[in-house]
């Protein structure tokens, strides 16, 4: 079965510092795999996705992630991190012919000025 | 089109009463999906429809839970019989295509409180 592991619950980073958040991903078949992030209250917004071809995308807001197939990761960065960005960020796979989502727990980003 | 629109976006509800909640997905979106979010964790999928297909439901969907989407347009979530448990964000998502490699939108998501 398909699963995604966000082993940080909590990390908290300096305004202007560099970010990277962790996810591992358990995925039979080329794995899609998507960075949603979730300000509270609110849905869900895509920040990139990754089908095929070049293993470094970039996303919106400045941020890029790498695919790693021997590792089974995938890799949410950025290079200078602003108090907006502070929110939960999920990292999914999809599944399934018809791409159905299978999230991480999520990991909580805090700002510290 | 403004995107995937929930309706209500918050649903208080006495244990027992039934609910229903509406989504309206972004025009021409063939596909439609419903998750369920508690809190401190990812979404979970529960259902998906194509067009007015319900292709899929998730073992989550128990008995008391029915989704719809009548002509393929807009979609109903109902909970009868609501117990505590149910008390969680629910999300619904389209997506345009027939390909596994389509983007999923969301909602701003129903909040259900059960009391």
Known sequence: AQSVTQPDIHITVSEGASLELRCNYSYGATPYLFWYVQSPGQGLQLLLKYFSGDTLVQGIKGFEAEFKRSQSSFNLRKPSVHWSDAAEYFCAVGAGGFQKLVFGTGTRLLVSP | ?115
């Open chain 2, 1 to 115: 089109d403004t995107g995937v629109s929930q309706d209500p976006r918050h649903k208080i509800t006495k244990r027992g009463q039934n609910v229903t909640f509406r989504c309206d997905p972004i025009s021409e979106h063939n596909r439609l999906y419903w998750y369920r979010q508690t809190l401190g964790q990812g979404p979970e999928f529960l259902t998906y429809f194509q067009n007015e297909a319900q292709l899929e439901k998730s073992r989550l969907l128990s008995d008391r839970f029915s989704a719809e989407r009548p002509k393929g347009s807009f979609s109903t979530l109902e909970i009868q019989r609501t117990e505590q448990g149910d008390s969680a964000m629910y999300l619904c998502a389209s997506s345009l295509g027939t390909g596994e490699n389509t983007e999923a939108f969301f909602g701003q998501g129903t909040r259900l409180t059960v009391v």
